[in-house]
């Protein structure tokens, strides 16, 4: 049995209708691989089709804010890549002529474009024969060769990528790539699969010596972080709130959130009002209105626990606003923010 071969008719059977795949722009195909870094294509999808439309062109991307880049990406996290984006299409413009290259040697010189989207862009927009290995295509490979080196070590990314490279067909090489990461994607899952109708149940390592739950290999991740975080909304008598920038160095970098008090472990009210990061907004003791529940809120390596606190302002020289900026409440969807933070606005100011 050729391996490829075999693949690939299962792949033109089974693939999914996904707007990437009917298209060899180097540009578009950048757009869906960026977006969909550590993101479901469902999840994906609608992002995909918001960039694609507000932004046709690298020229037209390379044109935006970055404010307008970190709006439209609200809600997908792993902000940096937004603005890696802006950087690499006004590169594009200024190096390339505005076209976008497909030659993975030129693509690899671009901010936010590793190993991984550099093969996928070039074998999917000129069917350059660079083999691609992402999540799907390590738990593929592991199974199916019973590999057990683990999949994050330097050790493994070289044996899986040397076993990709040996699989990929030459002559196909773009159609092959879409194979694995498909077939990983919807035969090969995590969890279940349902190997009874895999066309490689026969040949399949772990199928045989039933190690489909132990494969792929992965070292342990690193602890995860506990953060809690008190929300400051504060809202003046010209319908309007204080928000501010977060600095470059942490999370939710360069996007707008609300004043705040950080903890590390669970505090409670009298030791927040107490808190100097707290105080230096007032000029003088304000009323709280209301405080929410606590609201958790996951991140790769870490999680967040936030609460809300509505504070009556009235007028607001009472306010220290430090450095944050007055805006219409009505206008916050104009301003790059956490969904953490948006959604919890969007709920009780019920604004579009």
Not at 13 to 28: M, V
Not at 310 to 325: H, P, R
Request: aromatic share 14%.
């Amino acid at each position: 049995m050729n391996f490829s071969n075999e693949l690939i008719t299962w792949y033109r059977n089974n693939k999914r209708d996904l707007p990437w795949r009917n298209t060899n722009d180097a540009y578009l195909i950048w757009l869906s691989e960026i977006i969909l870094q550590q993101t479901r294509v469902e999840q994906g999808m609608p992002y995909f089709l918001k960039f694609s439309e507000a932004f046709p062109t690298v020229k037209r991307f390379s044109e935006a804010s970055e404010d307008e880049i970190l709006r439209l990406w609200q809600g997908l996290g792993y902000y940096s890549r937004g603005r890696n984006m802006l950087k690499t299409a006004k590169r594009i413009v200024s190096d390339f002529n505005g076209v976008f290259p497909s030659a993975y040697a030129d693509l690899i010189t671009l901010t936010g474009i590793g190993e991984y989207t550099a093969a996928a862009i070039s074998s999917f927009s000129n069917n350059e024969a660079k083999a691609v290995v992402d999540g799907n295509v390590y738990r593929l490979l592991a199974r199916y060769f019973g590999i057990d080196t683990p999949i994050n070590s330097t050790e493994g990314k070289k044996s899986f990528q040397a076993v990709a490279d040996d699989l990929l067909d030459l002559n196909n090489a773009g159609e092959h790539n879409q194979a694995m990461i498909e077939f990983g994607a919807l035969q090969c899952k995590p969890k279940n699969p349902n190997c009874q109708i895999c066309p490689f149940i026969q040949s399949c390592y772990a199928y045989k010596h039933q190690k489909i739950n132990d494969l792929p290999v992965k070292l342990k991740k690193l602890k995860i972080k506990e953060r809690y975080f008190y929300f400051l909304i504060l809202i003046n008598e010209q319908n309007e709130i204080l928000i501010k920038r977060r600095n470059n160095n942490d999370i939710w970098a360069g996007l707008y959130d609300l004043p705040s008090v950080e903890f590390t472990e669970t505090t409670e009210l009298p030791e927040l009002l107490n808190h100097a990061d707290y105080k230096k907004w007032f000029k003088k003791i304000l009323a709280i209105k209301s405080v929410s529940e606590k609201i958790k809120h996951i991140l790769t390596h870490q999680k967040i626990y936030a609460q809300f606190l509505e504070i009556s302002v009235a007028e607001k020289y009472n306010i220290n606003t430090n450095d944050g900026i007055w805006v219409k409440v009505d206008e916050i969807y104009n301003y790059g923010m956490p969904k953490l933070i948006f959604a919890f606005l969007q709920k009780i100011h019920k604004f579009n």
